[in-house]
Structures are given as structure tokens and as C-alpha cells.
């Protein structure tokens, strides 16, 4: 087969099978009605104002990447891994959102838009999110294991049960919401952060945090926190409501505002 683009107004939705779709090959989507799009190895770009779902397929290949485009002006497009798994990327691509699925370990490059990323338990996914642009939001959930890195967009987690381990870029201004959940382990590396930037960390369950010289503002963050911070620059932490452990392994001014804390 070659590429191929279906157009759909239809009140019904349109089912397409991409068996025949080659790795490298582009599928694209238009219109206003639904699609349900099987079996994909090959890229897809949609502007469909309908409602999208894919579900991938390796072909029992290694090593496959799929490049999932919505540039749609509304509706939704979901992303189920299908037989992808660890070895294969699902790259993320264009002006909207787009949400994976995730049915077993895998790794997602994000673009520039928002996106979210679901895991099943004893799974994990793997989020390369440096293209994703300062200002927009990752969200996660489910009971996985989660490994982000390259974040300056904002973090929305209700992930609980599995491991959350981000690493941020060097951002102005950052919000991670790591949820209400308390199972798990949840680890920020925030040394990327430069002096004068803001960390606001908000959420439960026990955190273990690594700091340069940004500012920490963790008033409301209620769960336990292990903080060190290697102050290569004068900086500030504003602890939360459970118990705070700060080790500091510099020698500039480090000013704590426990007025919330334990």
C-alpha cells in the first residue's frame, strides 16, 4: 500500500485497518467524523474535528518509531500502544494534544503541545519531553513506573503506585502537581534550574528532590521531603505540611521558610 488520506463526514464512525500501511508510510485523517484506525505502523497526521482513535502494531519488529500528528482545530485523539513496547517510540507531533495509552513499557517523544501519558502497573513509560514547550502541561496517570526527562512544561500527576522520576530543563518558572496519591516513590532532579528560578511543587507522598539554586515553594506539597541542595547559588525553600529533610552541600545563603512545615 501507499500513503493514504480518508476524509470522513460521516455521523457514524469509520473504522481503518493500517495493516497494509508500511513503517514510514503516512496516514492521514480529515474531516469532521470519528475514526478508529487499527493495526498502524506507519505516521499519521489528522485535522479530524472528530473524535480519533489509533491502536499500534509493530509487527513483532523491533526498534519501530510511529508519529502521531493532530493538528485538528478540536476533538480528541488517543493513542493505544497496542504490541509496542519498550524497544519502539511513539512520537508525538503537532498543534494539539494528543493522549497515549500505554498497555505495556514504551517511550514517548513528546512535541510541543500538551499531552498525557497513561501506564498499567509494573510497566514503564519513558518520556523524552525536551520538545515540549515551556507553558504546557504533561499529564500522567495510572498505577506505572514513569521516567521523564528534558521537562520545562508543567507536570499534572495522578500517577500512584509506580515510580515518577522527572528531570527538569532549565525553565524560569515550573509547576510540578505530583497528585494526592501516597504509594510509590516520586524523585525531581531540578539541578538543570539556574539561580533565580522557581520550582513550585504541590501533591502528596514522599519526595526526594535535588536542587542547585533555584527557589523552592513547597507550602502546600503534604507529603514527606528529602531536599538537597548543592546552593551554587544564594536560594530559598518554602517547606510543606509533612516532615522536611534539607541536606545542603554548598556554601551560599540557603533561607527556609518552615512556616508551613513539620
Known amino acids: 500500500a ?6 470522513s463526514i460521516m455521523t457514524e464512525t469509520l473504522t481503518a485497518d493500517a495493516e497494509l500501511l508500511a513503517d514510514g508510510q503516512l496516514l492521514t485523517l480529515a474531516g469532521t467524523g470519528a475514526y478508529t484506525v487499527t493495526n498502524l505502523l506507519a505516521d499519521l497526521t489528522s485535522t479530524s474535528t472528530g473524535t480519533v482513535g489509533v491502536t499500534l502494531d509493530d509487527d513483532d519488529l523491533s526498534s519501530k518509531n510511529a508519529t502521531i500528528t493532530n493538528n485538528a482545530a478540536s476533538g480528541a485523539l488517543t493513542v493505544n500502544s497496542g504490541s509496542f513496547d519498550a524497544d519502539d517510540t511513539i512520537a508525538l507531533a503537532g498543534t494539539q494534544a494528543v493522549a497515549v495509552v500505554a498497555t505495556d513499557s514504551v517511550a514517548v517523544t513528546t512535541g510541543s503541545a500538551n499531552a498525557s501519558v497513561s501506564e498499567l502497573t509494573g510497566k514503564t513509560a519513558t518520556i523524552n519531553a525536551t520538545s515540549m514547550s515551556d507553558g504546557r502541561t504533561l499529564s500522567l496517570s495510572g498505577a506505572g513506573n514513569f521516567t521523564v526527562t528534558g521537562l520545562q512544561a508543567d507536570l499534572s500527576s495522578s500517577a500512584d503506585g509506580g515510580t515518577l522520576n522527572v528531570t527538569t530543563a532549565n525553565v524560569a518558572t515550573q509547576t510540578l502537581a505530583l497528585g494526592s496519591g501516597a504509594n510509590g516513590t516520586r524523585t525531581v532532579n531540578a539541578n538543570a534550574m539556574a539561580d533565580g528560578g522557581k520550582l ?29 541542595i548543592s ?10 505540611t509533612g516532615v522536611t529533610s534539607i541536606t545542603v552541600t554548598g556554601n551560599r545563603t540557603l533561607t527556609i521558610d518552615a512556616d508551613a512545615g513539620t
Open 200 to 228: 513550585t511543587l504541590t501533591g502528596d507522598g514522599a519526595l526526594t528532590l535535588s536542587v542547585a539554586s533555584a527557589d523552592v515553594y513547597a507550602a502546600t506539597y503534604g507529603g514527606a521531603l528529602t531536599a538537597t
Open 231 to 240: 546552593n551554587t547559588g544564594d536560594s530559598s525553600i518554602e517547606t510543606g
Open 2 to 7: 501507499s500513503n493514504t488520506s480518508l476524509t
